[in-house]
Nanobody, 120 residues
Framework: QVQLQESGPGLVKPSQTLSLTCTVS??????????WSWIRQSPGKGLEWVGA???????VYSPSLKSRTSISRDTSKNQFALQLMSVTPEDTAVYYC????????????WGQGTQVTVSS
């Protein structure tokens, strides 16, 4: 059973950096043909893809967030992480990590999500 669990601060001040970690169990983040994604949902809005890191460690980002986003991984801990810099209240959202099936398409496993609020 693959499980993903997000962790990190629930409150971030404006202009600071949002940092979240996703811990994966039941599967290796280096397994072929999977991407590991960050997705968020702001109040009253739909799901927004933030970015992903591949099984070989290359990262891709949403064009609208690319200048402020970094996704990295720690293979020894089977974790991947999100950093979103210079946050504003518009970055307030529930942040999810999920596994993306590159070949079959779609997300097959999700974390439960973690609320992050940007406020002073």
């Amino acid at each position: 059973q693959v499980q993903l669990q997000e962790s990190g601060p629930g409150l971030v001040k404006p202009s600071q950096t949002l940092s979240l970690t996703c811990t994966v169990s039941g599967a290796s983040i280096t397994s072929n043909y999977y991407y590991w994604s960050w997705i968020r949902q702001s109040p009253g809005k739909g799901l927004e893809w933030v970015g992903a890191i591949s099984y070989v460690g290359s990262s891709v980002y949403s064009p609208s967030l690319k200048s402020r986003t970094s996704i990295s991984r720690d293979t020894s801990k089977n974790q991947f992480a999100l950093q979103l810099m210079s946050v504003t209240p518009e970055d307030t959202a529930v942040y999810y990590c999920a596994r993306d099936r590159v070949v079959a398409g779609g997300y097959d496993y999700w974390g439960q999500g973690t609320q992050v609020t940007v406020s002073s």
